[in-house]
């Protein structure tokens, strides 16, 4: 789940990034700049993060077996394999449209000042990339639907959540 929420986002900030000034700049400003010591620190850092992760997820997906029990055990999909890419995603999308949000709000000379641009070219900037958003989050939708485990009450609840939440936002999204 991580790693797919890792390259969710990855997708979808550029593409959020490109559509957006403001949003732009406040990504601008949460990303820190990467010299070579840096980079360095932060690659040895993620590697070390990579295998603890990658040790923990294999003793969750597959435990060891007691040593009376030699028959294999089926894996189920858990719940926090699909709600947590799913909620980085509703997060990233809530952050997206709370700085359209104030940029709507702080009218054409906020526009003007923060992104450079006319009211005009800022409502056209970024069309192709909320295009896209949206494609992608149509497929992540019904993907969800699909391979999303259902057999609980909880979990048809937090698939009802999620997913209409992320629905309502990418609505709000293709909007702006």
Avoid: M
Avoid at 8 to 27: K, N, T
Avoid at 94 to 104: D, G
Avoid at 112 to 141: C, D, H, K, M, N
């Amino acid at each position: 789940p991580v790693l797919v929420s890792a390259l969710l986002l990855l997708v979808f900030v550029p593409l959020l990034r490109g559509a957006d000034a403001a949003f732009a700049s406040v990504v601008d400003a949460v990303i820190p700049e990467l010299n070579p010591g840096t980079f360095v620190r932060w690659g040895f850092l993620f590697v070390v993060a990579a295998f603890a992760v990658t040790g923990a997820c294999y003793l969750l997906a597959a435990p060891p077996l007691p040593a009376d029990d030699d028959a294999p055990r089926k894996r189920l999909a858990h719940r926090l394999e699909w709600t947590l890419p799913l909620g980085v995603l509703v997060l990233l999308f809530t952050s997206f449209v709370v700085v359209r949000l104030v940029v709507l709000f702080g009218g054409s000379e906020y526009v003007l000042a923060t992104s450079g641009l006319t009211a005009a070219e800022y409502a056209r900037s970024g069309f192709w990339q909320l295009s896209a958003i949206t494609v992608l989050t149509l497929l992540l939708v019904a993907a969800a639907l699909r391979w999303a485990p259902k057999s609980s009450v909880a979990d048809r609840a937090w698939q009802r959540g999620l997913l209409g939440a992320l629905s309502v936002l990418s609505l709000v999204l293709v909007a702006s």
